[in-house]
């Protein structure tokens, strides 16, 4: 090749190699179809292919559950009652999504919110496991799957394709001995909360604003249903834990610091987010944050399905049942809080 030709090659070649239209359509990745659909339309896909995943499940496992579960539902005639039911589904879903929670966070945030209605179910109403752990899996599943389509997991729950720089305490998330732990005392705080209400005034609420609940004699158990008791709530201690301790510990600090000095001319609101929200560290918010979302919305939940779907049930009755729980949730957080509050964590 004449040295003419070989200039005009290498003039071409760098060219191409240097020009963005080359980067743009050769060396960039392309996105992923989940990136490239508008956010908005994602939060519809999210909330109406979940319902829609969730009336088909309970409708092709009517035989295994609508039989036992209609023995203590109250009867919806109004449409309203049925649209306020959906709509609350609805918001879970999307409150959900637009907290980013990704399918790990998702599916241990629905187990928490509807733990109480289901455990109520299987300790006072005699409804079958089997019945229970159906309609259990289906809320959790018809939930979660639009979430692994369209949500990438957080760095937290990807540990393994995560920098070294994008998770804090990485030794701390990875570590066994924190995690049993953590665990144990969620397990153990939920265990208390439910066996002090048992000892003392539960059974008394539950007679008189459960009309139709046939069997308290698991209230009046006393200690000996302390160890079964622990057992049955490990998969709640362990979604406690991965939804707000490992959440917040995990988290990065992105925030500016905000001066601890009041500036000229500042107004009142922001001075008061600078000495209360904005001097917390960015753990701490997201745990007090977490904490919060979880009690409320499980508190809400509880209310909306016992005193909406469960004949019998007066609306002081289901706020009984619900503030066990929800005040459970409440010292956990603080828990976990004064755990994140040793030195290195």
Not at 67 to 75: A, E, F, G, P, T
Not at 275 to 287: D, H, M
Request: hydrophobic letters at 50%; one cysteine or more; a positive charge.
């Amino acid at each position: 090749m004449s040295p003419r030709k070989k200039e005009v090659l290498s003039a071409v070649t760098a060219t191409a190699d240097s020009s963005p239209e080359y980067y743009s359509s050769s060396t960039l990745p392309e996105k992923s179809l989940r990136e490239r659909i508008h956010p908005l339309a994602k939060f519809f896909l999210v909330v109406t292919s979940s319902l829609a995943l969730s009336a088909l499940c309970f409708s092709f496992t009517s035989g295994a559950t609508l039989d036992q579960l209609r023995k203590v539902s109250r009867h919806l005639e109004a449409w309203w009652e049925v649209g306020g039911l959906t709509m609350w589904r609805a918001v879970e879903i999307g409150l959900a999504w637009i907290l980013g929670f990704d399918r790990k966070d998702v599916t241990s945030f629905m187990f928490l919110t509807h733990l109480p209605t289901y455990a109520l179910l299987l300790a006072f109403y005699n409804i079958r496991p089997t019945t229970v752990m159906v309609s259990y899996a289906i809320i959790l599943f018809s939930t979660s799957v639009p979430f692994v389509l369209l949500r990438k997991p957080t760095s937290i729950h990807d540990l393994s394709h995560t920098p070294s720089n994008g998770v804090n305490n990485r030794t701390i998330l990875q570590d066994g001995p924190t995690k049993l732990f953590t665990t144990v005392a969620a397990i153990s705080i939920f265990t208390v909360a439910l066996y002090l209400s048992f000892a003392t005034w539960l059974p008394t609420q539950l007679a008189l604003h459960f009309a139709n609940i046939p069997d308290i004699s698991a209230a009046n158990a006393g200690p000996a249903c302390l160890p079964a008791l622990f057992l049955a709530l490990i998969p709640a201690g362990a979604s406690a834990r991965d939804f707000i301790f490992d959440s917040s510990t995990g988290a990065l600090s992105k925030d500016i610091k905000l001066s601890e000095e009041p500036s000229e001319g500042e107004y009142l609101v922001h001075a008061i987010y600078r000495k209360t929200w904005g001097s917390l560290s960015a753990k701490t918010r997201v745990l007090v944050a977490r904490t919060a979302i979880l009690a409320t919305t499980l508190f809400g939940n509880t209310l909306v399905q016992l005193a909406g779907t469960i004949a019998g049930v007066s609306l002081q009755g289901a706020v009984a049942w619900a503030s066990i729980w929800a005040s459970a949730v409440l010292v956990i957080g603080a828990m976990f809080c004064w755990v994140e509050a040793v030195k290195g964590v």
